[in-house]
């Protein structure tokens, strides 16, 4: 075992390498734009100068005496398009708003014509001629410009049900012995992943097969069909591979339509790969976010008010919000707890998940006013979350799955070497550089959805999975294969599994870390059936159940682990008794809790998450603590993030290797979110400034030297039945609080405004 591939502890399936590390460094795995197509004509996008008003008109000309312009499609000849529904409120799409449906421009950087051409050099020659005379407005930019418009979340967002609260918050922070007040905010971040957010269609007679990275490729094929016009039978996503995905791939945007329209029209294949600054408008982004926290507590660190304000933007068109009070007000142990979500408008494209979207802006608040009482208190933050740990959330009363929160600390604590902190600010130096500790907690919920799988398992041990779920880079493919192998008893390497497609039976979204869980559980149900089979045909006066459950392996207590070595199946003895030469099973999983009208919703591209805080009698939660020491330059202010450490529980660890590279790469991003990133937004034009690589900022290895993530062991028996809790979103939770706090025990002074620089260091 490596560092890569820890050993696995209780409850961890092997760290096997990769299904498709081979594929990936070899350059076999093919990306969207990397599918051979026939005769395809390449497109460009022309986008918008301007954030608000409209188009006067577009002079052509110069465009159209490119050689090889096959045509130049504006909102005066684009194809006509039905509308398309905005996700949160049950539809599939990530904004309301419809390019190239009308002169009107909501955003900057909104698609305003296509250019289509023999090359693509030729189409971006073409659209860098294109001429357009604009009627512009002055936009609203974010929450400090002229003409936002300002309304809780709560009965805008259909998402968005009900503002947590209990108690009498404004009592018990009245008469509390010790408070915080403090106000945080982060900015705009953009995920814009390595793979760029290309399009390519095909029609063959009525069908149209699109390749695009995408995360959810039920949910692509049914949109694009609504908005076609055409049965969704009729249209076939396929994206065997994803460079990543972070969010940015969940909904439908609203390029693929058009493209699909312009391909049909024209009868031939068209390939779209936008730039990377027009990734920044085309899809969606983290919003920046403002809170108000107030904390009140007695004078042994208990928690006895809480309440947290949240207010997001979004754009005129959408009430998109992630409303992170669901996670915060649940966290700790408080009687007296208040909450309120706003949603801020102005001229902005819509915005949309990205990695854990409700958790990093509001722990961040969170876990920043945590530390700001724990130093009001004297008290080490750790204990402090101790004395606030709790089984049960407090506003409904409902218990936690499991919980190991606390575990996670102390583990944490110790591989870190917290107990060496001197604790008053700039009290530990190293030459010029004052080093701060600081640490934070993380969590994320679990959550699961339906999902079908079809199994094949042959004579010869030769097994092939089919799930249209998605590899985005989390190790899909491998899970879903261990799963296979371990549950029908058959080598590893037998295992074929094939995902990104939509004419296989569906899988969720790969979004809020559910992927695991519920394609898992799916692949694990039909193994059982096809086990179910096969024991029938060699033991046919058993108890089929009872010996199925003996062999598993998956999700199980160790006392049937056991068992499992004890009675392994002799396929060829099923088989023979069975007569045929393949077994095939197809089935579909769905959640406890889960409504009534899931599978329809699963097979039409409707997400139906189910679990963390809105189940009825329990909540699910994956925990962690995270721990950064930071070096501050007592001259120039530089930062620098040395080392971070995390330990993490959550439930069942599928593979330690995929889910160690998982938590390591949130642990880079959440300190990439505290000191790097953030986008830039020109207030008088509503432009983002810095939307490329070179300018916008994001960690490389010199900025992450020595990043530790430890596995904690857990089981939990109650949330599905692999026993595995997502992981995906839970390292880059936290982990900004937590610098911001190794910031104030370095220089003794509060940033509780991200993204924290070198200028922002004033002491
Ligand atoms: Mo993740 S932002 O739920 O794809």
């Given at each position: 075992m490596t560092a890569a591939a820890p050993e696995p502890k209780a409850n961890m399936g092997q760290p096997v390498p990769r299904y498709d590390a081979v594929a990936k460094v070899t350059g076999r795995a093919t990306y969207g734009a990397d599918m051979p197509l026939d005769n395809p004509a390449y497109a460009f996008l022309v986008t918008s100068a301007i954030a608000k008003g409209r188009i006067n008109s577009f002079d052509l000309d110069d465009a159209k005496r490119v050689r090889g312009v096959i045509d130049i499609v504006t909102h005066e000849n684009a194809p006509k398009l039905k509308e398309s529904k905005l996700f949160s409120n049950g539809g599939y799409a990530g904004t309301t708003i419809q390019p190239l449906k009308s002169a009107e421009i909501a955003h900057d950087g909104q698609i305003i014509a296509v250019v289509i051409a023999e090359s693509y050099e030729a189409a971006r020659e073409a659209a860098n001629r294109v001429k357009v005379s604009y009627s512009a407005a002055t936009p609203s930019a974010s929450f400090?410009?002229?003409g936002t418009t300002k309304a809780a979340a709560k009965g805008q967002n259909a998402q968005f049900k009900e503002d947590p609260k209990v108690g009498d918050f404004a009592k018990a922070f009245d008469e509390a012995e010790v408070k915080v007040e403090a106000s945080y905010e982060t900015p705009t971040q953009h995920h814009n992943p390595m793979e760029l957010f290309s399009t390519s269609c095909a029609w063959m007679g009525d069908t149209l097969v699109i390749y695009e990275p995408s995360q959810y490729v039920y949910g692509l094929k049914n949109g694009v069909a609504e908005q076609l016009g055409i049965d969704a039978d009729k249209v076939r996503v396929v994206n065997p591979y994803v460079g990543g995905g972070f969010g940015s791939r969940g909904s439908m945007t609203p390029r693929t339509a058009i493209i699909a329209g312009i391909a049909k029209r024209l009868n031939r294949p068209i390939k779209l790969v936008p730039t990377r600054d027009q990734g920044f408008t085309i899809a969606t982004y983290r919003a920046e976010t403002r809170h108000e926290i107030k904390l009140g507590a007695s004078r042994d660190g208990k928690l006895v008010a809480l309440r947290h304000e949240g207010a997001e933007m979004s754009s005129r068109a959408d009430p998109y919000c992630v409303g992170g009070t669901k996670t915060t007000t649940r966290l700790y142990a408080c009687s007296n707890v208040d909450s309120l979500v706003s949603i801020v408008r102005a001229d902005r494209n819509t915005p949309g998940f990205m990695r854990s979207p409700p958790e990093v802006p509001y722990l961040f608040a969170l876990e920043s006013a945590m530390d700001e009482l724990a130093v009001k208190l004297n008290m080490d933050p750790v204990e402090l979350r101790r004395v606030n740990d709790t089984t049960n959330e407090p506003i409904g009363g409902k218990p936690y799955t499991s919980r190991s929160l606390m575990a996670c600390f102390d583990e944490a604590a110790k591989a870190f070497g917290?107990?060496?902190?001197?604790?008053?600010?700039?009290?530990m130096s190293d030459g010029d550089w004052l080093i701060g500790y600081g640490c934070a907690a993380t969590c994320y919920p679990t959550q699961m959805a339906p999902s079908a799988a079809r199994v094949r398992l042959q004579r010869d041990g030769r097994t092939r999975v089919e799930i249209a779920g998605h590899e985005i880079g989390t190790g899909a493919y491998t899970v879903i294969a261990q799963t296979a192998s371990e549950r029908l008893g058959v080598p590893l390497e037998k295992v074929s599994v094939f995902m990104g497609d939509s004419d296989l039976p569906p899988a969720p979204v790969a979004g809020g870390s559910n992927s695991t869980a519920s394609t898992c559980s799916a692949v694990m149900m039909v193994c059982d059936q096809i086990r179910q089979r096969l024991f029938k045909a060699v033991m046919p006066n058993e108890s089929l159940t009872d010996k199925a459950k003996e062999t598993v392996g998956i999700g199980q207590t160790p006392a049937n682990q056991a068992a499992r070595s004890d009675r392994p199946l002799d396929l060829e003895k099923a088989f023979d008794a069975l007569g045929v030469g393949v077994v095939e099973e197809y089935g579909e999983w769905k959640p406890e809790g889960a409504p009534l009208d899931s599978f329809k919703a699963m097979h039409s591209g409707h997400a139906r998450l189910v679990g963390g805080s809105a189940m009825k009698d329990k909540i699910a939660y994956a925990f962690g603590a995270e721990f950064v020491e930071v070096r501050v330059n007592r001259f120039t202010h530089e930062i620098r993030c040395p080392r971070l450490v995390g330990a993490f529980a959550a439930g069942r660890i599928m593979n330690p290797r995929t889910a160690r590279s998982q938590l390591m790469g949130g642990l880079i991003w959440g300190m990439s979110s505290a000191l790097l990133e953030a986008t830039e937004i020109d207030q008088r034009t509503a432009r983002y400034v810095n939307d490329n690589l070179a300018d916008y900022l994001v960690p490389v290895n010199a900025d992450v030297p020595d990043v530790e993530v430890i596995l904690l062991s857990e089981q939990d028996d109650h949330i599905n039945p692999v026993g595995a809790k997502g992981l995906g979103e839970l390292a880059n939770v936290g982990t900004n609080a937590a610098i911001c706090n190794a910031v104030f025990h370095a220089t003794g002074q509060r940033i509780r405004r991200l993204p924290v620089r070198l200028e922002n260091i004033e002491v």
């Open positions: 400090d410009s002229p917290w107990a060496q902190r001197s604790v008053a600010p700039r009290s």
